[in-house]
């Protein structure tokens, strides 16, 4: 089967391929996924730069992505949930990356059944952003009329987070450029904040939860807007100690400056690292079925154009998200 793999670390161009390769075997828990597309994500370019070789160290080669639906035509002996034919969505566990192919097998506790109401490649949109975004909120435990920021509400995790905040009945500030506000608006968030032209910090003041997407500077800023004993959830800024040791960082601690400010303010700050979960793929699924959530897609890019596709995702710039259609 035709695959696109990764075959050393460094620029795009230079270290994608198309190759050739087996399909992949399946172990008793395994379904296999006739892929009908497949989707990318920030960690994917990270992957390829080797930005991320102490923390997922890669073979090479190794096939890219983690995003898929298609359907099922094989499954494993201990396979009870899904039949062969079954129309799915997953985001694969990390030894099973590799999307970006003909075939690719799959373990099925992170598959769910794709929801009925959307396309193959509007499905593959959703597993990776989408379970980032429940998981993070869910940790915050986000409940009705909790004042919420979502950081860069146009991007592949912002845009969901947006419409799964609002499902929970909370309110949303978001921040995004110029171009993108009047989009971000119609997709439920209560204030948008247009970052060329205005400053977030002076809008949002006394929110319940900051979701932080962006990290930088952005992650210390977000216990100037949060309310004393309030949440900041990030996913790109500093890993948070509780995190670390379950990574076995056993003696890592948060960078003091943050420390202090989680502490001056009695509020709380988790890393997220989001994790495959087909359960929660059906709760995405039903959302998506009755309408609280639709997927945001840039762009949908053919197979043999997916470096292309990769070259877009680099630029930081993506609105919604970036899909290739494999079958
Ligand atoms: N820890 C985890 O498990 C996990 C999981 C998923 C993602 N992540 C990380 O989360 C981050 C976001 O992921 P993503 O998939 O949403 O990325 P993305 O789709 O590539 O984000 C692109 C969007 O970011 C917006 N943006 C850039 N700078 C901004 C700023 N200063 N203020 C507001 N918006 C800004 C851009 O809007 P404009 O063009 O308008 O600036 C663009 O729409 C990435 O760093 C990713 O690696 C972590």
Redesign the pocket.
Same mark, same amino acid.
């Given at each position: 089967m035709k695959a696109l793999q990764i075959v050393k670390y460094g620029a795009i161009e230079d270290s994608l391929a198309f190759n050739e390769v087996n399909k992949p075997s399946i172990e008793a828990s395994d379904v296999l996924i006739e892929v009908r597309a497949a989707a990318i994500?920030?960690?994917d370019k990270?992957i390829i730069l080797g930005n991320l070789q102490s923390l997922i160290p890669i073979p090479f080669p190794s096939t890219s992505a983690y995003d898929v639906s298609g359907i099922v035509v094989e499954k494993g002996a201990a396979v009870n949930n899904f039949e062969i034919g079954d129309l799915v969505y997953a985001r694969v566990p990390q030894e099973q990356m590799g999307t970006i192919a003909e075939f690719v097998a799959v373990t099925a506790v992170a598959v769910s059944k794709k929801p009925g109401n959307i396309s193959f490649e509007e499905a593959a949109s959703i597993p990776?952003?989408g379970?980032?975004a429940m998981? %993070?909120l869910e940790q915050a435990g986000i409940k009705e009329n909790d004042k919420i920021l979502i =950081?860069? &509400? %146009?991007?592949?995790? &912002? %845009?969901l987070a947006i419409q799964y905040a609002k499902a929970k009945g909370a309110y949303v500030y $978001?921040?995004?450029?110029?171009?993108?506000v009047a989009w971000v608006k119609a997709l439920g968030a209560d204030r948008v904040i247009d970052?060329?032209t205005e400053e977030y910090k002076t809008i949002v003041k006394a929110a319940d939860i900051v979701f932080d997407?962006? &990290?930088k500077n952005?992650t210390a800023e977000a216990f100037q807007v949060v309310k004393p004993g309030g949440k900041v959830v990030?996913?790109?800024g500093p890993i948070d100690e509780e995190t670390a040791k379950a990574f076995g960082m056993a003696d890592y601690k948060l960078p003091e400056e943050l420390a202090n400010l989680v502490s001056e303010k009695k509020a709380s700050y988790k890393?997220?690292?989001? =994790?495959p979960n087909g359960a929660h793929l059906e709760t995405l699924k039903t959302l998506i079925e009755d309408e609280k959530i639709k997927p945001i897609i840039d762009k949908v890019y053919p197979f043999k154009e997916s470096i292309a596709a990769f070259t877009q995702?680099a630029s930081?710039? $993506?609105? &919604?998200?970036i899909v290739i259609k494999i079958g």
């Open positions: 994500n920030p960690i990270s990776l952003a379970l980032t998981q %993070s =950081h860069a &509400g %146009s991007g592949g995790v &912002g %845009s $978001t921040t995004t450029s110029t171009p993108n970052y060329k997407t962006l &990290g952005y990030s996913v790109v890393f997220i690292f989001m =994790h995702l930081g710039r $993506t609105k &919604g998200k």
